[in-house]
């Protein structure tokens, strides 16, 4: 199996910042694209950001110049950096990751738990 484990949310004020981690662990041969997604009550889920294995990146429009997506191949991580937040931004981020489990394998979609981002006065 996959895991995907989601660090860095939290409370934060209007203007701050925030970096998200996620991690995927298990029997991993290859990852493709990994990715954030968000999630507000009420809305569905929408892509925030995602990145390609060799680093090609694509941003939801509200985000363009303030988010910026990163990944670490040698640790299986991908990250978020959000500055400028604002109340809109609140949510809970999703981490995605499509994983080969093995060579020539198929492509599975695995999702982490979600951690919450608030942003408020």
């Known amino acids: 199996q996959v895991q995907l484990v989601e660090s860095g949310g939290g409370l934060v004020q209007p203007g701050g910042s925030l970096r998200l981690s996620c991690a995927a662990s298990?029997?991993?041969?290859?990852?493709?694209?990994m990715g954030w997604y968000r999630q507000a009550p009420g809305n569905k889920r929408e892509l925030v950001a995602a990145?390609?294995?060799?680093?090609?990146?694509n941003y939801a429009d509200s985000v363009k110049g303030r988010f910026t997506i990163s990944r670490d191949n040698a640790k299986n991580t991908v990250y978020l950096q959000m500055n400028s937040l604002k109340p809109d931004d609140t949510a809970v981020y999703y981490c995605?990751?499509?994983?080969?489990?093995?060579?020539?394998?198929?492509?599975?979609?695995?999702w982490g738990q979600g951690t919450q981002v608030a942003v408020s006065s």
């Open positions: 995605n990751a499509r994983v080969q489990r093995r060579y020539r394998g198929s492509e599975y979609s695995y």
């Open positions: 990145v390609t294995s060799v680093g090609s990146t």
């Open positions: 298990g029997t991993i041969f290859s990852i493709n694209d």
